[in-house]
């Protein structure tokens, strides 16, 4: 069935580093992709989201593109704030896979000042 | 321009009891999911539901278990007799139509739920 997988946290950074959180996923035929963060004790914020392959999606600073040969949807920022830090989920969305968002397990990240 | 309205954000229940969780979806939205999220998990989808009927409710255990959306009013998640392991974080999101491909879903704020 559809998966998503991402990798594991925690991830810390130092503030203004590179920051790359992987992605992969498994489905049949084409699903529109997301990243959502999610603060702790809220609840989850779409942060970028790209439809079709080859799509770019970008918020806040934040980037992932839409690899189908891949199979990839890398979340990327070039210089994280301490106020980055937070839960970020993969997930994909396929209509006729069924309606239901399918979810990474959650990358947690960490930014030290 | 509210967006998906959950209540309550925190609910304690002691075991054996009922627990009703409520989703407001976002106006001139007409579909509503609900999902789970264990401590230290990602969200799993539980059910789907339009005005008046359940979709797709492939995510919800057998029993105890049960969601409406009626014609006027919020969803309701209903879990009957509640155990530990039912406490999590319960998340509505709610869509403008079918979840395709370009219609994403807009998440509430959840109910954590804590059983005692």
């Known amino acids: 069935g559809d998966s998503v997988t991402q990798m594991e946290g925690p991830v810390t950074l130092s503030e203004e580093a590179f920051l790359t959180i992987n992605c992969t996923y498994t489905a049949t035929g084409y699903p529109s992709l997301f990243w959502y963060v999610q603060y702790p004790g809220e609840g989850l914020q779409l942060l970028l989201k790209?439809?079709?392959?080859?799509d770019k999606g970008s918020n806040k600073g934040f980037e992932a593109t839409y690899r189908k040969e891949t199979t990839s949807f890398h979340l990327e920022k070039g210089s994280v704030q301490v106020s980055d830090s937070a839960v970020y989920f993969c997930?994909?969305?396929?209509?006729?896979?069924?309606?239901?968002?399918?979810f990474g397990a959650g990358t947690r990240l960490f930014v030290k000042a | 321009n509210a967006g998906v309205m959950q209540n309550p954000r925190h609910l304690v229940r002691r075991r054996g009891q009922e627990a009703r969780l409520r989703c407001s979806p976002m106006k001139g939205h007409s579909h509503v999911y609900w999902y789970r999220q264990l401590p230290e998990e990602g969200l799993k989808f539980m059910v789907y539901l339009q005005k008046e009927n359940i979709i797709d409710e492939s995510g919800m255990p057998k029993e105890r278990f049960s969601a409406e959306f009626p014609k006027e009013g919020p969803s309701i998640l209903r879990i009957q007799q509640v155990v530990r392991g039912d406490s999590a974080a319960y998340f509505c999101?709610?869509?403008?139509?079918?979840?395709?491909?370009?219609?994403?879903?807009?998440f509430g704020p959840g109910t954590r739920l804590t059983v005692t």
């Open positions: 999101a709610s869509s403008a139509q079918e979840g395709g491909a370009s219609y994403e879903q807009y």
């Open positions: 997930a994909l969305l396929w209509a006729t896979g069924g309606f239901k968002t399918i």
């Open positions: 790209a439809t079709k392959a080859d």
